[in-house]
């Protein structure tokens, strides 16, 4: 038995809408602190690590611990259609559905099949991070949009006075500096800089609208490994870096 | 295989004549390369190596990089002729006009090999990419099948792949990238109807497409007259500068 209700369904759409471009599908670990979904895109290039605590549903009630097996695309296209409406999930273990029902002054319910995955063991890689930078959500998704407009990728570079988010393209360069006043946690042990896809970054920054702040964990040439947080859900994301060319 | 060395340019349209298009060809030398069409180019004489393959796509590569530096797509009219000593390869296509031109003053080799490859098919790339590679190389669905549009519309819905067979019958293309359900049949079928609909007597062909199909669907699919392809779809990195978390 499972059972939760959100009335505002902000948190889940906004969390699913970052994570489903990358991951097709996933098992969802349902225990009684929440939901949490970790999983690997299929290019092993980004980690999604997402824990909806149960503090963050108005209701929440599960007996024993479940993977439910979820096509994250078809979620996501389900939950476009919440709009502002209280959601209600349950799960329907006869059908092996996931009923998914918006109420507001109709009730919609949509039937969401689950499906098997496969539960591999993922290999996260063990990362020492020389730099810590905490900054509002919105100063790193308006940078990633400047960028996209140059560029397909983006530079991440910290010294000791400033976090700078930079693209260079064929039409032209753009470069964000944000400087250490402006975080809200600054902490920098050496210069560093790495390189990523906007392709994968411009998907992440969609958790931007839920979050209160966004962590960043960047060192030279390794992955990045971004925190999104709120009071009750965390959506971690960890990228591979691109090689910069000469 | 066949091959001459150091052909005279009349014996080497010959050779190309006889063994084109029913083997691979390749052609070593001197030669320029000019090409009208889209853009303009002319490339002045230097030793390269020119592929001609089956499907009547030509490609002038250099003894650098992967790209070939001109090309033509399958499909392509290709003619050879001798002109004052010199072999000449045109290939042209009407639509969009293009034509190519290549002279060799001095042939190396040519050689023509008919290459026998069974192997299963094995697409790789981004997960959003799977239609967009079948459009890159429609023999993923198989032999000769020529694409017209993708993501055609009709009554019930969008068509992610509409062209027709080698013997010119419509084929529709339904790509589903993970988890199959009877749902996908339901939703080629309707688009299968839709077209008999407008011409009730023309035979269409609905194929389905996905890396695994349970037996159900399988079952279903051939139930009412639907074929299924099986695609081993292989994830690769988006390019070679692009890292794996894998090797952290």
Same mark, same amino acid.
């Given at each position: 038995?499972?059972?939760?209700?959100?009335?505002? $369904?902000?948190?889940?759409?906004?969390? %699913?809408?970052?994570?489903?471009?990358?991951?097709? !599908?996933?098992?969802?670990?349902?225990?009684?602190?929440?939901?949490?979904?970790?999983?690997?895109?299929?290019?092993?290039?980004?980690?999604?690590?997402?824990?909806?605590?149960?503090?963050?549903?108005?209701?929440?009630?599960?007996?024993?611990?479940?993977?439910?097996?979820?096509?994250? =695309?078809?979620?996501?296209?389900?939950?476009?259609?919440?709009?502002?409406?209280? %959601?209600?999930?349950?799960?329907?273990?006869?059908?092996?559905?996931?009923?998914?029902?918006?109420?507001?002054?109709?009730?919609?319910?949509?039937?969401?099949?689950?499906?098997?995955?496969?539960?591999?063991?993922?290999?996260?890689?063990?990362?020492?991070?020389?730099?810590?930078?905490?900054?509002?959500?919105?100063?790193?998704? !308006?940078?990633?949009?400047?960028?996209?407009?140059?560029?397909?990728?983006?530079?991440?570079?910290?010294?000791?006075?400033?976090?700078?988010?930079?693209?260079?393209?064929?039409?032209?360069?753009? =470069?964000?500096?944000?400087?250490?006043?402006?975080?809200?946690?600054?902490?920098?042990?050496?210069?560093?800089?790495?390189?990523?896809?906007? =392709?994968?970054?411009?998907?992440?920054?969609?958790?931007?609208?839920?979050?209160?702040?966004?962590?960043?964990?960047?060192?030279?040439?390794? $992955?990045?490994?971004?925190?999104?947080?709120?009071?009750?859900?965390?959506?971690?994301?960890?990228?591979?870096?691109? %090689?910069?060319?000469? | 295989?066949?091959? *001459?060395?150091?052909?005279?340019?009349? /014996? +080497?349209?010959?050779?190309?004549?006889?063994?084109?298009p #029913?083997?691979?060809?390749?052609?070593?030398?001197? @030669?320029?390369v000019k090409y009208r069409g889209r853009a303009k /180019?002319?490339?002045?004489?230097?030793?390269?190596?020119?592929?001609i393959k &089956?499907d009547k796509s030509i490609m002038v590569? &250099?003894?650098?990089? @992967?790209?070939p530096?001109n090309w033509q797509p399958p499909g392509s009219v290709i003619e050879?002729? @001798?002109?004052?000593?010199?072999?000449?390869i045109y290939a042209f296509r009407n639509n969009p006009p293009e034509k190519m031109r290549i002279?060799? &003053? #001095?042939?190396?080799?040519?050689? /023509?090999?008919?290459?026998?490859?069974?192997?299963?098919?094995?697409?790789?790339?981004? *997960?959003? /990419?799977?239609?967009?590679?079948?459009?890159?190389?429609p023999?993923?669905? *198989?032999?000769?099948?020529h694409i017209y549009?993708?993501?055609?519309?009709? +009554?019930?819905?969008?068509?992610?792949?509409?062209?027709?067979?080698?013997?010119?019958?419509?084929?529709?293309?339904?790509?589903?990238?993970?988890?199959?359900?009877?749902?996908?049949?339901?939703?080629?079928?309707?688009?299968?109807?839709?077209?008999?609909?407008?011409?009730?007597?023309?035979?269409?062909?609905?194929?389905?497409?996905?890396? &695994?199909?349970?037996?159900?669907? #399988?079952?279903?699919?051939?139930?009412?007259?639907?074929?299924?392809?099986?695609?081993?779809?292989?994830? *690769?990195?988006?390019?070679?500068?692009?890292?794996?978390?894998?090797?952290?």
């Amino acid at each position: 038995m499972f059972k939760a209700r959100l009335a505002d $369904p902000k948190i889940l759409k906004y969390s %699913i809408d970052a994570v489903s471009n990358m991951i097709d !599908e996933a098992g969802v670990s349902v225990t009684k602190d929440g939901l949490r979904l970790k999983a690997m895109d299929p290019a092993h290039v980004a980690l999604v690590d997402l824990e909806l605590k149960k503090e963050a549903f108005d209701e929440f009630e599960v007996e024993e611990p479940l993977v439910l097996g979820i096509d994250l =695309e078809r979620l996501n296209t389900i939950l476009k259609r919440a709009g502002t409406d209280q %959601i209600l999930i349950q799960l329907d273990s006869e059908n092996n559905v996931l009923k998914i029902r918006f109420k507001n002054s109709s009730t919609r319910t949509f039937d969401l099949p689950l499906i098997e995955v496969s539960e591999e063991e993922l290999k996260v890689p063990n990362l020492d991070f020389p730099s810590q930078i905490e900054i509002p959500p919105k100063i790193l998704s !308006e940078s990633i949009k400047d960028a996209e407009i140059v560029s397909d990728h983006v530079t991440l570079m910290v010294d000791e006075e400033n976090l700078f988010i930079s693209a260079k393209g064929d039409l032209g360069n753009v =470069e964000v500096k944000v400087p250490k006043d402006e975080a809200k946690s600054f902490e920098v042990s050496k210069s560093c800089r790495s390189m990523f896809s906007l =392709e994968y970054l411009k998907d992440m920054i969609k958790a931007s609208d839920i979050a209160d702040s966004v962590k960043i964990y960047l060192g030279d040439n390794i $992955p990045v490994r971004m925190d999104f947080t709120t009071e009750n859900a965390r959506l971690s994301f960890l990228l591979a870096p691109r %090689i910069e060319s000469e | 295989m066949y091959f *001459e060395v150091a052909p005279t340019a009349e /014996s +080497a349209k010959k050779f190309l004549e006889e063994q084109s298009p #029913k083997s691979m060809i390749l052609i070593i030398g001197d @030669c320029r390369v000019k090409y009208r069409g889209r853009a303009k /180019s002319f490339l002045d004489f230097g030793e390269r190596l020119v592929v001609i393959k &089956r499907d009547k796509s030509i490609m002038v590569q &250099r003894d650098t990089k @992967c790209e070939p530096v001109n090309w033509q797509p399958p499909g392509s009219v290709i003619e050879y002729g @001798c002109n004052d000593e010199f072999l000449v390869i045109y290939a042209f296509r009407n639509n969009p006009p293009e034509k190519m031109r290549i002279e060799f &003053r #001095k042939i190396k080799m040519v050689l /023509s090999t008919v290459l026998q490859d069974y192997a299963p098919l094995n697409v790789v790339g981004m *997960e959003t /990419s799977y239609v967009g590679k079948i459009m890159e190389d429609p023999a993923i669905i *198989e032999e000769g099948f020529h694409i017209y549009k993708k993501e055609k519309r009709t +009554a019930s819905g969008s068509i992610d792949i509409y062209g027709v067979d080698s013997k010119g019958v419509p084929v529709i293309v339904e790509v589903k990238r993970s988890q199959v359900t009877p749902l996908a049949v339901t939703q080629l079928e309707a688009y299968v109807l839709d077209l008999k609909r407008k011409n009730p007597e023309v035979e269409v062909r609905g194929i389905l497409v996905a890396p &695994r199909i349970p037996k159900m669907v #399988k079952n279903l699919l051939r139930e009412k007259g639907l074929e299924f392809k099986e695609v081993g779809w292989e994830f *690769e990195l988006p390019d070679e500068k692009q890292k794996s978390l894998l090797e952290f």
